[in-house]
């Protein structure tokens, strides 16, 4: 019997760096229903999850001041599994850890941006 089949499931299922660097070992639950692994061809030719993250054909690699940003945006831009963006502390915390975002960083408190917006626009402020 070769020696992967004795590995159990969670070791299987374990991602690999050694495959890609910017891959996280993902909980469980994070894994279900996340996507598939392989690399694929976007809408503008460009392979994802391919571990090559320059492309000379990508809007990125020919950005000039006429490109619209939302050209890359989208999920068509980001590996469901092998993402950079995994990298930091606070992906890692969530998807490795199961640690629950800590709410309210970017916001503030004291000031109100809605004040105003429910009174008439002729109404004195």
Do not use: C
Not at 6 to 29: R, W
Not at 68 to 91: I, R, S
């Amino acid at each position: 019997m070769p020696d992967h089949e004795h590995k159990n499931e969670d070791e299987m299922l374990k991602d690999d760096p050694a495959l890609d660097p910017f891959e996280i070992e993902f909980l469980p639950q994070f894994r279900e229903g996340r996507g598939n692994r392989a690399p694929f061809v976007n809408s503008h030719g460009i392979v994802i999850g391919d571990h090559e993250y320059e492309s000379p054909d990508s809007p990125l690699s020919q950005w000039s001041e006429e490109t619209d940003p939302a050209v890359m945006a989208g999920d068509e831009w980001v590996h469901p599994f092998k993402d950079v963006g995994f990298l930091t502390a606070e992906n890692r915390d969530i998807f490795e850890e199961g640690l629950q975002p800590q709410g309210g960083i970017f916001t503030h408190p004291d000031k109100n941006a809605a004040y105003g917006l429910d009174k008439p626009k002729d109404a004195p402020v």
